[in-house]
């Protein structure tokens, strides 16, 4: 199973950005996913997760300004962030506990694309 996460950039603080993360390769079934960040000199965090049936969570820090969802369908999760703000900066990570076919589930983790918020 790969991830490839996309959609990061550099927007002003205030912005909005978009993050996919594609899930490939031979899948037999995913169950939650999530994103995660990780900014200079700091630990990797949970920013929101999903499960297979769409029920979301999200870290106090961006309720209300981010959304996460998926399309099971593509084996896609999404990213919907706005308002961002300068300490959103960091390096997001898409994370999916997943089973490849005849395999049983195990944790998956994408490469990772930079979001830079400007103040």
């Known amino acids: 199973v790969q991830l490839q996460a996309s959609g990061g950039g550099l927007v002003q603080a205030g912005g909005s950005l978009r993050l996919s993360c594609a899930a490939s390769?031979?899948?037999?079934?995913?169950?939650?996913m999530g994103w995660y960040r990780q900014a200079p000199g700091k630990q990797r965090e949970l920013v929101a997760t999903?499960?297979?049936?769409?029920?979301?969570n999200y870290a106090d820090s961006v309720k209300g300004r981010f959304t996460i969802a998926r399309d099971n369908a593509k084996n896609t999760m999404y990213l919907q962030m706005n308002s961002l703000k300068p300490e959103d900066t960091a390096v997001y990570y898409c994370?999916?506990?997943?089973?490849?076919?005849?395999?049983?589930?195990?944790?998956?983790w994408g490469q990772g694309t930079q979001v830079t918020v400007s103040s």
């Open positions: 994370n999916a506990d997943a089973a490849p076919y005849g395999l049983g589930y195990y944790d998956f």
């Open positions: 390769g031979s899948i037999f079934s995913i169950h939650a």
């Open positions: 999903i499960t297979s049936a769409g029920r979301p």
